[in-house]
């Protein structure tokens, strides 16, 4: 499914927080996983592409502020990213190393995070609050997404 604001996301992400990369991610109905709906890199973080919520993927300090507590993560430098992720060489080889992690709620529920991804060092002091306002004109259309992936009402 294509988001229809994701483009408008991403111009503002670029414009205001400096993003290179932009993926939209919604937690699999069990809770597992979560898997990409959409991505400005679709050649190296593909639509459809899974990430494990086990500590062998994820780490659980970011699970626990960005899924449970419903906060946004802040990574405002290559180091931070590079002991929050996995996949900090795939991210480095993008020419990123900062990240702003925002927590899709609905109803309640985390269903699932928008990631935006610059250059080491580019995020304004103001960064989580900017992509929490990007985050939420998106969220209806992560609802559908997650919707369309796995079902009305999961």
Same mark, same amino acid.
């Given at each position: 499914?294509?988001?229809?604001?994701?483009d408008? +996301?991403? %111009?503002?992400?670029?414009?205001?927080?400096?993003?290179?990369? #932009?993926? #939209?991610?919604?937690?699999? &109905? %069990?809770? +597992?996983?979560?898997?990409?709906v =959409?991505?400005?890199? &679709?050649?190296?973080?593909? !639509?459809g592409?899974?990430?494990?919520?086990? &500590?062998?993927?994820?780490?659980?300090?970011?699970?626990?502020?960005?899924?449970?507590?419903?906060? &946004?993560?802040?990574?405002?430098?290559?180091?931070? !990213?590079?002991?929050?992720?996995? @996949?900090?060489?795939?991210?480095?080889?993008?020419?990123?190393?900062?990240? #702003?992690?925002?927590?899709?709620?609905?109803?309640? =529920?985390?269903?699932?995070?928008?990631?935006?991804?610059?250059?080491?060092g580019?995020?304004?002091?103001?960064? =989580? @609050?900017? +992509?929490?306002?990007?985050t939420?004109?998106?969220?209806?259309?992560? #609802?559908?997404a997650? @919707? %369309? =992936?796995?079902?009305?009402?999961?």
């Amino acid at each position: 499914m294509i988001l229809t604001a994701f483009d408008d +996301a991403v %111009d503002a992400a670029r414009a205001q927080l400096g993003s290179i990369l #932009v993926t #939209v991610t919604v937690i699999t &109905p %069990d809770g +597992a996983e979560v898997a990409r709906v =959409a991505t400005t890199h &679709p050649d190296v973080y593909p !639509v459809g592409g899974r990430k494990r919520l086990d &500590p062998s993927q994820t780490s659980p300090l970011w699970a626990e502020q960005v899924v449970a507590a419903q906060t &946004p993560f802040v990574g405002a430098d290559r180091e931070t !990213v590079r002991s929050f992720f996995f @996949d900090w060489a795939t991210i480095e080889s993008l020419g990123c190393g900062a990240i #702003v992690n925002t927590p899709v709620v609905h109803e309640g =529920a985390t269903i699932g995070s928008v990631n935006f991804l610059g250059p080491d060092g580019s995020l304004p002091a103001d960064a =989580a @609050d900017l +992509a929490m306002t990007i985050t939420a004109q998106l969220t209806p259309d992560v #609802v559908a997404a997650r @919707d %369309d =992936a796995f079902g009305a009402g999961r």
